[in-house]
């Protein structure tokens, strides 16, 4: 669920941020819907090939392609760019990639948070603080290297005590087992596949910073505003295939094997990614965290990391240059300029029973 390419899509977001706000916002009767291959998004596919995206479409009168990416920023590119109307997405990535592009996003189901799903990995050390003076392999301005950041912070550390090395994800397995390579951030199944190896030792995981690693489905606001039906539907959707998922059914049991194997394991192996994954089956779950204040502290972190990094725009004079709207109306940053918003709207209608 993260990305390699920040460069080409942040070069992308600049140039939607210039021609205008993504999607073109008008009454419509068909979308598009964007997803990549993550434990939490796996849902989506289920969905569609099992026919509740056309349940749920067809109850609205509307029509919901979903397509899935192998290329996760790739996703973002083309949902950024107005080719979908809705994407799945982290909290961190929403805002440093479509929001800070200019293209107003909301986050219209909470699905899940990281809790275990990304970790920090030491070869033939045991203790977080040997990371100190170490090369550290990552995915660079990812979530990895906000976890990372995070890690060091617990210790008393900052990134100045390690040497960032920039690695793309498929490489991360194979450059583990190099002598080279001592130190290592990333997220399943590679945590799993490089826990496995000798010598490897986890010393930090996400589930130490929980509810910060956020994953969303997000929709253009003001194809949600002209077309509240189909945030409805996208609602409906998820919390249909949340109730086939986690049933102790083997109609459940059937569910999570075909997602397993729709991202190359097992349902084995896709229920322990599930148990390193806080998901919120159940929509008072999810309103309940969106609700909290507990994420207004956590946009907080993610924006000063993201503008520490230069990632909120190269002319941004501080971390407050995009609003964030949160649920209650309240707004992180510049109210002049609100491009990422949590809404709880369509998650209490499903709660409600009024989908």
Request: zero cysteines; hydrophobic letters at 45%.
């Amino acid at each position: 669920m993260k990305f390699t390419r920040l460069v080409s899509a942040l070069a992308l977001a600049m140039l939607v941020a210039a021609a205008g706000t993504g999607a073109e916002a008008q009454q419509k009767n068909d979308f598009k819907v964007a997803w990549s291959i993550y434990v939490g998004w796996m849902p989506w596919g289920y969905a569609a090939d099992n026919g509740i995206v056309k349940k749920w479409a067809d109850k609205y009168g509307i029509s919901i392609e979903v397509t899935q990416f192998n290329d996760y920023v790739e996703s973002m590119n083309q949902y950024t760019a107005g080719a979908y109307d809705a994407v799945t997405l982290t909290n961190m990535d929403g805002l440093s990639i479509p929001a800070a592009g200019g293209v107003d996003t909301t986050a219209v189901i909470i699905g899940d948070f990281s809790a275990g799903n990304d970790a920090v990995i030491l070869k033939d050390k045991t203790a977080l603080a040997d990371i100190k003076g170490l090369s550290v392999n990552l995915v660079e301005f990812s979530v990895s290297h906000y976890l990372l950041a995070r890690a060091l912070e617990s210790v008393g550390l900052t990134e100045r005590d390690v040497n960032v090395v920039n690695t793309s994800d498929p490489d991360m397995v194979g450059a583990f087992q190099t002598p080279d390579v001592s130190a290592m951030v990333t997220w399943n199944p590679m945590v799993s596949e490089i826990a496995a190896l000798p010598g490897a030792h986890k010393v930090f995981d996400s589930a130490q910073i929980p509810g910060e690693i956020i994953d969303m489905m997000v929709a253009n606001t003001q194809v949600l505003t002209d077309n509240p039906n189909f945030g409805k539907a996208l609602a409906g959707i998820w919390y249909d295939t949340m109730a086939i998922m986690t049933a102790q059914t083997p109609e459940g049991a059937a569910a999570r094997a075909a997602m397993g194997a729709a991202s190359g394991t097992d349902q084995q192996g896709f229920e322990a990614q599930l148990a390193a994954t806080k998901l919120f089956p159940t929509p008072a779950e999810a309103v309940t965290f969106v609700t909290s204040p507990d994420l207004q502290t956590t946009m907080d972190k993610v924006r000063a990391f993201l503008f520490d990094k230069g990632l909120l725009g190269s002319g941004a004079a501080s971390a407050d240059v995009i609003g964030i709207e949160l649920p209650g109306g309240e707004v992180l940053g510049d109210p002049a300029n609100v491009k990422l918003r949590f809404t709880d709207v369509y998650m209490k209608e499903a709660a409600a029973g009024t989908l």
